[in-house]
């Protein structure tokens, strides 16, 4: 089903650890089978640290349903890259790989541009959220990488803030973060679905008011990395034409990756709800 793996260059951003080059994109695409027609899509962006294959049991249905589907491995922020700081602190990067990835499949494949639709797992959440019009609150931000409060612990980099500390000024991440308050809404993009979505309390609450696209959530009662209270609901709570459930009490965070068990088929229900949704609202 996987039918397509290329490697795009943003030449608008630099690469983190090397200045002289261009910011990499790692894309993957999955193409239904047969059809004559424009196809819809979803955009998918993975996890803190992981990989967009991370997200084929998602992928996968999604494009039996007729859809195309394309993710892209976030610079930085992926096990098929390097893991570096910048790509676990300035999140609003990965909404500009997402714009990126969707400007190369406007240009190679027969797409429907009136049904374009994003989902994302953990910071992939945050990512669709930002897409529709989420924006990071950068005083929130700057308690967080600045050390004034605790920065949730991340088991992929338990280290980051001391990392990025160590490779610019105080007036260079300021810099970074007032960059990150601003908007990388992509316009395109017509509804969201998000697994187990972070960050929600370092968003600014406005601009989750403001969104106006249809917002899907799941998460799972055990969720420890990103807990439902800090997190899925205040995006429920906020974005206007927000729905959601929790997929069970006992589904914790991780049981949202493919890459193990799946012990009370929570992605079968989520990648069920997905199809679901994406088809009712392509259809609206």
Known sequence: MLTETVTLSDETRQHWSDNSRARPLSVSVWRPACSDR??????????????????????????????????????????????????????WERARDVSLLLDYLVSRHDIDEQKIGAAGFSIGGYTVAALLGARTNPEALNAVLSGLVPAPQLPEYPNVVEQLHSRYTE?????????????????????????????????????????????????????DITPAEDNALVYLDSVPKSSGRNVGAQVGHYDFLGDRDDPYCARDVVSADAVEYFTTVFME
Do not use: C, M
């Open 38 to 91: 424009p196809l819809p899509v979803v955009l998918l962006s993975h996890g803190t640290g992981g990989a967009v294959e991370d997200l084929s049991w998602l992928a996968e249905p999604l494009a039996d349903a007729g859809i195309l589907v394309a993710g892209v491995d976030h610079h930085g922020n992926s096990y098929k890259d390097v893991y570096l700081p910048e790509g676990f602190s300035f999140t």
């Open 171 to 223: 007036d260079q991440i300021s810099a970074r973060i007032s960059d990150g308050g601003k908007s990388v809404a992509d316009e395109r993009i017509r509804a969201g679905f998000v697994i187990a979505p972070a960050i929600g309390r370092l968003l600014d609450p406005r601009s989750l008011r403001a969104i106006s696209a249809p917002f899907e959530i799941r998460w799972g009662g055990a969720d």
